[in-house]
């Protein structure tokens, strides 16, 4: 069975710093890229950072050079580092594998940023 247990969001001051964590379970890292989305209110949920199986990663350019994605295969765990934080990342993210599949997705981790 899979779950995704995200964890880490709060209330940060713009410029500020998050490191989110997203414990997961049933899903083979190995074989399977990870993502991590967010939703603001009234928008659509977007793809912001891709780790693939291989180990590369990939950034919307909305967040490229303040967000870092990561993982720790021995704790089944994909993190999101974020840097810089603007008020614009103010959302509700997510992580799934990538391209999302739509039982996957867990309760999320709420961030707010602050001007």
């Known amino acids: 069975q899979v779950q995704l247990v995200e964890s880490g969001g709060g209330l940060v001051q713009a410029g500020g710093s998050l490191r989110l964590s997203c414990v997961v379970s049933g899903i083979t890292f190995s074989i399977n890229s990870m993502g991590w989305y967010r939703q603001a209110p009234g928008k659509q949920r977007e793809l912001v950072a891709i780790?693939?199986?291989?180990?590369?990663?990939n950034y919307a350019d909305s967040v490229k050079g303040r967000f870092t994605i990561s993982k720790d295969n021995v704790k089944n765990t994909v993190f999101l580092q974020m840097n810089s934080l603007k008020p614009e990342d103010t959302a509700l993210y997510y992580c799934n594998i990538v391209p999302a599949f739509r039982t996957y997705w867990g309760q999320g981790t709420q961030v707010t940023v602050s001007s």
């Open positions: 780790l693939s199986s291989g180990g590369g990663t």
